[in-house]
């Protein structure tokens, strides 16, 4: 973890193609939908030049110092966590990078209301951008 030494946060990102591995249940629809919640966070933190094109991601690290800095803010205790990290993070003027990382079929199960979640990290990003929770 090279660039943990150079930021507070670090995540992987699925997005590269060449990258997921042949069977794996990372669908183009999938994808599409961690991109667009990706630039959603760019664009309502625009001011503080996040670059993010995957938001479901579980591979990542933090800091300690940086993880209890942010920790009260949080409301998600499941995977919809990770994206509120990276909001959290950035919106805490902390440098979250993204690295590409190779992608295998998972072992645990795909969340079977994938719309559902979606909508629900949106309507996370709206709380928080708008007001300000």
Request: aromatic share 10%; glycine share 4%; hydrophobic share 40%.
């Amino acid at each position: 973890m090279e660039y943990l030494k150079d930021s507070d946060m670090v995540i992987g990102t699925r997005t590269t193609r060449q990258m997921i591995e042949q069977g794996s249940n990372l669908l183009p629809g999938v994808r599409v939908a961690n991109l667009i919640l990706g630039k959603l966070i760019e664009i309502f933190w625009w001011g503080m030049e996040p670059r993010f094109t995957d938001a479901m991601c579980s591979y990542f690290a933090i800091w300690k110092d940086s993880y209890s800095k942010i920790e009260p803010d949080l409301e998600m205790n499941d995977r919809r966590v990770i994206p509120e990290l990276m909001m959290e993070t950035v919106r805490s003027y902390m440098r979250c990078i993204e690295i590409p990382i190779s992608y295998y079929r998972p072992i645990e199960s795909v969340p079977k209301n994938m719309t559902r979640e979606f909508l629900s990290i949106v309507r996370l990003m709206l709380k928080k951008k708008w007001l300000g929770i």
